[in-house]
């Protein structure tokens, strides 16, 4: 059984441009955690979606970064007109009941480095 | 802010010595889970307790929760160096959907 599959794993931008990371859960399960990490630092909540759905999106800035679970396909995490502050590293998580009841299974994380 | 603290930040103990974490977090939970994560991987889930329960155990591990201080700790026993890793809490709020993290306890197991 495939866990969370996260790519790309590293990500280089210059200032200005998009960064597109993508995230598929494990295989059933509807609920996606977006989370961001900085050296050294715990996970940032940012962004729960379900399917079609953003169900909570409370710590993700409101300008330049959006998500998308759409129906087929991978959860998109988007970042438009990256600045240096955006460089951290991205985990997204998957839960099969929202995670009141259960686990959340991490991916391995995106890396992104905005020069 | 996070809902989670861990204590301490960072720790350093000799193989075979036990290390304990404590987490404090503020508001009512569903759950409390603790995670690793060892340096540049993703974070694996260790043992979660529900707001019920007081004391969890497994392998070599061990979870207690007291609802009254809102706080946890874990219990890693009989540590080894693989043991080394960065450890969470992460609390499931009652009818809420986020998982909240701490800030993590750096721990060191030397050989």
């Known amino acids: 059984n495939a866990g969370v599959m996260q790519n790309p794993r590293h990500l280089v931008r210059r200032r200005g441009q998009e960064a597109r990371l993508r995230c598929s859960p494990v295989k059933g399960h509807s609920h996606v955690y977006w989370y961001r990490q900085l050296p050294e630092e715990g996970l940032k909540f940012m962004v729960y979606l379900q399917k079609e759905n953003i169900i909570d999106e409370s710590g993700m800035p409101k300008e330049r970064f959006s998500a998308e679970f759409p129906k087929e396909g991978p959860s998109i995490l988007r970042i438009q007109q990256v600045v240096r502050g955006d460089s951290a590293a991205y985990f997204c998580?998957?839960?099969?009941?929202?995670?009141?009841?259960?686990?959340?299974?991490f991916g391995e994380g995106s890396r992104l480095t905005v020069l | 802010s996070q809902q989670g603290e861990e204590d301490p930040q960072a720790l350093s103990i000799q193989e075979g010595e036990n290390a304990t974490m404590n987490c404090s977090y503020k508001?009512?939970?569903?759950?409390l889970q603790w995670y690793r994560q060892n340096s540049g991987r993703g974070l694996v889930h260790l043992i979660l307790i529900r707001s019920n329960e007081r004391e969890k155990h497994s392998g070599r591990l061990r979870v207690t929760l007291d609802t009254s201080k809102k706080s946890s700790s874990l219990l890693i026993t009989a540590s080894r160096a693989a043991d080394t890793a960065s450890y969470f809490c992460?609390?499931?709020?009652?009818?809420?959907?986020?998982?909240?993290f701490g800030a993590g306890t750096r721990l060191f197991v030397k050989a």
């Open positions: 508001t009512s939970i569903n759950n």
């Open positions: 992460a609390t499931g709020n009652t009818g809420g959907f986020k998982t909240i």
């Open positions: 998580a998957s839960s099969p009941d929202g995670g009141t009841t259960g686990e959340l299974f």
